[in-house]
């Protein structure tokens, strides 16, 4: 809906319209443009074109799919260093368990997966073993090894990580 409006409100003011169109200090022979004058054009500013009208949702798509995965990788690390870092704990309580003096070596294994299981949950797939070995010069040590499948839950790709550690104590003798 169209409003008239009579011409004699349109107008500017004669003084205003003539500030407006006066040149501010133009020499005659000078080129427009020139050092000195204010009716140069101003250096044009990229800003964006119709070219790029939604790209911007795309680049937030990419960037954030990218940011996703590798939080969840530095959390699946983080997971996967904790089991590692638990199973070596249990497994060197139990060849200390195994080390004692009246207890079987072998008894170390056992031992150490009682632990994981109930440090870890969900982890009673753990196989450990435990040995009496010759240490250096003949110092006999209990070892017990550990080994454990990790799933890799928060990745799509990969199935898991098999960590495997061993811990060792003095074996005691009478």
């Known amino acids: 809906m169209a409003v008239a409006v009579p011409a004699a409100e349109c107008r500017r003011p004669r003084r205003l319209a003539a500030a407006v169109r006066a040149p ?14 204010h009716r140069a054009e101003r250096p044009r500013v990229p800003g ?36 590692r870092n638990t199973l070596a704990a ?24 009682r632990l994981i ?24 040590l209990v070892q017990v090894t550990c080994e454990v499948r990790v799933p ?3 990745l799509p790709f990969g199935g898991g990580v098999t960590v495997h550690v061993t811990g060792h104590a003095v074996k005691e003798t009478p």
Do not use: K, W
């Open 24 to 37: 501010a200090r133009v020499r005659v022979g000078q080129p427009v443009g020139a050092e000195g004058d």
């Open 48 to 83: 964006p074109s119709a070219q790029d009208a939604g790209s911007a949702i795309v680049e937030f798509v990419m960037v954030s799919t990218l940011l996703l995965f590798l939080f969840l990788g530095i959390i699946q690390v983080g997971l996967v260093l904790h089991v």
């Open 90 to 113: 249990n497994a060197a309580e139990g060849a200390r368990h195994g080390a004692n003096l009246g207890v079987d070596p072998t008894d170390g294994g056992p031992y150490a997966q």
């Open 117 to 140: 299981a109930g440090s870890i949950p969900g982890r009673s797939d753990t196989t450990c073993t435990g040995a009496q070995i010759d240490g250096p010069g003949g110092v006999p």
């Open 152 to 154: 890799l839950s928060l």
